[in-house]
């Protein structure tokens, strides 16, 4: 990527992104740079990544083509005025706004980027918004995205090579975001939740928590890289390993007596709501 890419927000996400496209090649740390109002967090990012840095958003909003919002959807409001606020905000060349800020719609992007732009110069400004999850953090992230009417095929295509260093990414229609945030976005959480389970009970088993845990861990991963190589349905591993009267067969029919699929089909839907509820 030849663009010169500007972060706002140098928080997990914000490091992630930078740290991604710097390890995976598709950008130079030179063509980078955080923007914070934590000084000392900027001052190890720059030493640890050699990126560049800055406390002012305004200035890295001029001299980036590629802007991401990392901020907390809490203070967007506040980030999106200072920008606009900016004597040089509607002479700047065409720029890619990313928004990785969770439950910020684009249409209320929309109301404060281009309150005071003319249509000729809001088609300059396209904006992206993208649902990534943690595991982006160590190259493993799902990342659901979704372009505004100014954004071309070549911008979805840059957002996919900076979403793509740090892990998968899929395309959908706005709408679909908030199924995204409960499946992808929140979806680490649920399975962190299944490895408390199996770790408290390696403990009542008789295991140390060492052990239980590395139990756990390998058991996990296993799991996930079978799905991945033999690309058959999650439900066809699972009989294949369920031997009837067996040990496995004892362990899903408790699962199965206590309705447990569904109360986390349930569970999933009542993110998907949640989300809703705090984009609108």
């Given at each position: 990527m030849n663009s010169k890419i500007?972060?706002?927000?140098?928080?997990?996400?914000?490091?992630?992104?930078?740290?991604?496209?710097?390890?995976?090649g598709a950008v130079n740390a030179g063509d980078i740079t955080l923007a914070d109002v934590d000084d000392r967090r900027l001052e190890h990012l720059k030493t640890l990544y050699g990126v560049s840095t800055t406390v002012d958003n305004a200035k890295l909003f001029s001299d980036a083509r590629v802007v991401v919002l990392a901020v907390k959807p809490q203070v967007m409001n506040q980030v999106l005025d200072g920008l606009i606020e900016h004597r040089d905000y509607?002479?700047?060349?065409?720029k890619l706004v990313i928004s990785i800020a969770a439950g910020i719609r684009i249409r209320q992007l929309e109301e404060r980027l281009y309150a005071h732009l003319d249509e000729p110069t809001r088609t300059r400004l396209p904006i992206i918004r993208v649902m990534p999850n943690t595991p982006a953090l160590v190259l493993e992230g799902m990342s659901g995205m979704s372009?505004?009417?100014?954004?071309?095929?070549?911008?979805?295509?840059?957002?996919?090579?900076?979403l793509e260093a740090m892990g998968a990414v899929m395309e959908f229609e706005e709408t679909q975001l908030d199924a995204v945030t409960a499946m992808s976005g929140s979806g680490p959480a649920y399975l962190f939740y299944l490895a408390e389970a199996?770790?408290?009970?390696?403990?009542?088993?008789?295991?140390?928590?060492?052990?239980?845990?590395?139990?756990?861990?390998?058991?996990?991963?296993?799991?996930?890289?079978?799905?991945?190589?033999?690309?058959?349905?999650?439900?066809?591993?699972?009989?294949?390993?369920?031997?009837?009267?067996?040990?496995?067969?004892?362990?899903?029919?408790?699962?199965?007596?206590?309705?447990?699929?569904?109360?986390?089909?349930?569970?999933?839907?009542?993110?998907?709501?949640?989300?809703?509820?705090?984009?609108?």
């Open positions: 500007g972060i706002i927000g140098a928080g997990n996400m914000g490091e992630a992104i930078a740290g991604a496209l710097i390890r995976s509607r002479d700047n060349d065409r372009p505004n009417r100014f954004a071309t095929d070549e911008d979805m295509q840059q957002a996919r090579r900076i199996m770790i408290e009970a390696g403990l009542r088993l008789g295991f140390t928590e060492g052990e239980s845990t590395a139990l756990t861990m390998g058991t996990l991963k296993g799991a996930v890289r079978l799905m991945e190589d033999r690309r058959e349905p999650p439900e066809s591993l699972r009989q294949k390993v369920t031997s009837p009267g067996g040990t496995t067969a004892a362990a899903i029919g408790v699962l199965e007596e206590r309705n447990v699929l569904m109360h986390i089909v349930e569970a999933i839907l009542a993110a998907r709501q949640r989300s809703i509820e705090l984009s609108t």
